[in-house]
């Protein structure tokens, strides 16, 4: 069965230092996403992104982050200047549109 | 604007009797809905999902959900609870704006089985 795959599992941070978070999306999927989740709070939506561009972001994501499909396959989010508070995990999503998102099993960031 | 809205933030069962975990949305067109559950440490994996098809959708693992469009609610439920179901569980809606699709997640639902 396709999946999603995110690497690393973990990552831990110095705060102030840059971090890029990998994923390999299902291939014939057209919209990708990221989310997050501080421990114990609910999954917030962070970007999507479809024909190599920005659809959406949140107030989240602001100028510290951004999203890159490289490749056609992978699609990386850049934390330029890591702050504590964003610690946390980050879910990778892929969706042909009009049905279910499929999720990666998501990159602990911790920043110290 | 679309939303979903989670009644309980935590459920505990017995194992062995009924789960429901209650899930109310907000939506201007008829929407897609979806139960994701998620494990300890672990990523987040569809139950089940409705996209204008069956009113009553069965998923993974024998939860099943029904769409009521009169009470607006998608209420997810399964007959006996298992030790192995003790997860957090998310309500999502989708909808289509900007050109792209968006997911929305509830607060979540903490499901406790005790033995």
């Known amino acids: 069965e396709p999946e999603v795959t995110q690497t690393p599992s973990h990552q831990v941070t110095q705060m102030g230092q840059e971090v890029i978070l990998r994923c390999v999306p299902i291939s014939n999927h057209l919209y990708f996403y990221w989310y997050r989740q501080i421990l114990g709070q609910k999954v917030e939506f962070l970007v999507s992104f479809y024909n190599n561009e920005i659809s959406e972001k949140s107030e989240i994501f602001d100028d510290q982050f951004s999203v890159e499909r490289p490749d056609g396959s992978n699609f990386t989010l850049k934390i330029r200047s890591t702050k504590l508070e964003d610690s946390a995990m980050y879910f990778c999503?892929?969706?042909?549109?009009?049905?279910?998102?499929?999720f990666g099993q998501g990159t602990r960031l911790t920043v110290v | 604007a679309q939303s979903v809205t989670q009644l309980d933030s935590h459920v505990s069962v017995s194992e062995g009797t009924p789960v429901l975990l209650r899930c109310n949305y907000s939506s201007s067109y008829s929407p897609s809905l979806f139960w994701y559950v998620q494990h300890p440490n672990k990523g987040l994996q569809l139950l089940l999902k409705y996209t204008s098809a069956a009113t009553l959708v069965k998923g993974i693992n024998g939860f099943e959900a029904e769409f009521k469009k009169s009470e607006t609610s998608f209420h997810l439920t399964k007959p006996s609870a298992h030790m192995s179901d003790a997860a957090e569980y998310f309500c999502v809606v989708s909808l289509y704006t900007s050109g792209t699709y968006k997911y929305i997640f509830g607060t979540g639902t903490r499901l406790k089985v005790l033995a």
């Open positions: 999503a892929s969706s042909q549109g009009f049905s279910e998102a499929f």
